[in-house]
């Protein structure tokens, strides 16, 4: 029973059911055709992290870089990642890392409003970076590393379990 003051909604025409189903044949066709779109993206995302893959870092390979990570890369494998010490060796290479920020777009520095204006693609590299790295490190932790880096970046708290839930899925296909 309606209000006289609230109007009654226009009829609307049901749709036949012919009209609203499909056959099993084009509803195969159908998901098929979302099966390949969904395949192309991943394509695209993969060829997109190759050429990643490829190019990481070739800046360190070249000056301004180059002689000055070579001069402190053997400090920073001692120290452990965010002390005082560490934070102490990264000054030393404050102009190669200037330089590298400004021609990797996997660093939050690289951007003005950090991590904000990075795309998937840089943050997936940026992980794998920072994966690589703990490596590199004494008592190398990787989830230690994205504690850290939370803090670091403003990371928010559901891109910061996204990383974690990532770490712990590659340490698990490891072993």
């Not at 009654?8 to 189903?21: A, D, G, L, M, R």
């Not at 400090?75 to 005082?84: F, V």
Request: with cysteine.
């Amino acid at each position: 029973m309606s209000d006289k003051n609230t109007p009654n909604p226009p009829e609307q025409e049901v749709p036949t059911e012919k009209e609203v189903s499909m056959t099993v044949a084009e509803c195969k066709l159908s998901t098929i055709d979302h099966i390949e779109t969904v395949r192309g993206n991943l394509r695209w995302f993969s060829d997109k992290l190759t050429t990643r893959g490829v190019k990481h870092d070739h800046s360190k390979l070249e000056p301004p870089e180059v002689e000055l990570f070579a001069k402190v890369n053997h400090k920073l494998k001692s120290l452990e990642y965010g002390t005082p010490e560490y934070d102490a060796s990264l000054a030393e290479l404050k102009p190669a890392l200037d330089n590298h920020y400004a021609k990797n777009r996997h660093h939050p520095e690289h951007f003005a409003e950090g991590i904000n204006g990075m795309t998937l693609i840089d943050i997936v590299e940026m992980f794998c970076d920072w994966r690589a790295s703990t490596s590199r490190n004494k008592n190398g932790n990787l989830l230690l590393s994205i504690e850290t880096n939370a803090k670091r970046f403003q990371i928010d708290s559901q891109l910061k379990q996204i990383l974690i839930n990532t770490a712990k899925m590659m340490d698990e296909s490891d072993t």
